[in-house]
């Protein structure tokens, strides 16, 4: 991991044990940088980069670009069912599958934040199936709580991340969370701009 990682303001609200991150669009892409340079750095080439899908998709394509790899593939897991609303499984559903060959590659698996852990245990399971001659994995942020570590992370935090690419299912789920807890939208749009949403984004999302 970079020295020259950036460090992120952390916000936290009365009532919740849990603090806010919100890096932009900006600071994700220098995340991406710093992490490759250091991918790059150690001497491993890849053949093909893996992500989850959803989460992974936005900065995978910059990650190849960054490592020069040129074959990109995804796959998605989940842990809930859409038959068994709100309750986590205890093994993830494989919801779309891998569709290229891994046979004798040299494989990333890639994706946007190691959380528990879970699900970078059962992706390199996953893939391991496919016959790769290696998997490296990188994730852009990792918790220090999480089950297992990526070879590569580009920073580390214990806050709830407030990704660029999903301010609106945010901005949806926190105000939807919040009004149940009896807050009106204006101490909801304070809370969201004081998180480090963008003021214009919040207006459009909460409207």
């Given at each position: 991991?970079?020295?020259?990682?950036?460090?992120?303001?952390?916000?936290?609200?009365?009532?919740?044990?849990?603090?806010?991150?919100?890096?932009?669009?900006?600071?994700?892409?220098?995340?991406?940088?710093?992490?490759?340079?250091?991918?790059?750095?150690?001497?491993?080439?890849?053949?093909t980069l893996i992500t989850l899908a959803k989460g992974g998709w936005t900065w995978a394509r910059t990650?190849?670009?960054?490592?020069?790899?040129?074959?990109?593939?995804?796959?998605?897991?989940?842990?809930?069912?859409?038959?068994?609303?709100?309750?986590?499984?205890?093994?993830?559903?494989?919801?779309?599958?891998?569709?290229?060959?891994?046979?004798?590659?040299?494989?990333?698996?890639?994706?946007?934040?190691?959380?528990?852990?879970?699900?970078?245990?059962?992706?390199?399971?996953?893939?391991?199936?496919?016959?790769?001659?290696?998997?490296?994995?990188?994730?852009?942020?990792?918790?220090?709580?999480?089950?297992?570590?990526?070879?590569?992370?580009?920073?580390?935090?214990?806050?709830?991340?407030?990704?660029?690419?999903?301010?609106?299912?945010?901005?949806?789920?926190?105000?939807m969370k919040w009004k149940k807890n009896g807050l009106k939208i204006k101490e909801i749009r304070e809370?969201?701009?004081?998180?480090g949403l963008p003021e214009k984004e919040v207006n459009i999302f909460l409207s």
């Open positions: 991991m970079s020295n020259n990682k950036i460090l992120f303001k952390k916000t936290q609200f009365l009532k919740e044990s849990w603090a806010y991150i919100a890096p932009t669009w900006e600071e994700m892409g220098l995340i991406c940088l710093d992490l490759g340079v250091e991918i790059n750095n150690s001497g491993k080439k890849f053949d990650m190849a670009d960054i490592l020069q790899v040129y074959e990109l593939s995804s796959f998605k897991l989940s842990f809930y069912d859409s038959m068994l609303p709100g309750k986590k499984l205890k093994k993830p559903l494989l919801e779309i599958p891998l569709s290229i060959p891994l046979a004798k590659k040299r494989v990333i698996l890639f994706d946007d934040v190691n959380d528990s852990g879970e699900s970078l245990e059962y992706a390199l399971d996953y893939l391991n199936h496919f016959g790769p001659t290696s998997i490296t994995t990188a994730t852009l942020f990792h918790k220090p709580h999480a089950k297992i570590k990526p070879d590569f992370l580009g920073s580390e935090t214990d806050a709830w991340i407030v990704f660029p690419h999903e301010r609106r299912e945010v901005i949806d789920g926190l105000a809370r969201l701009i004081k998180i």
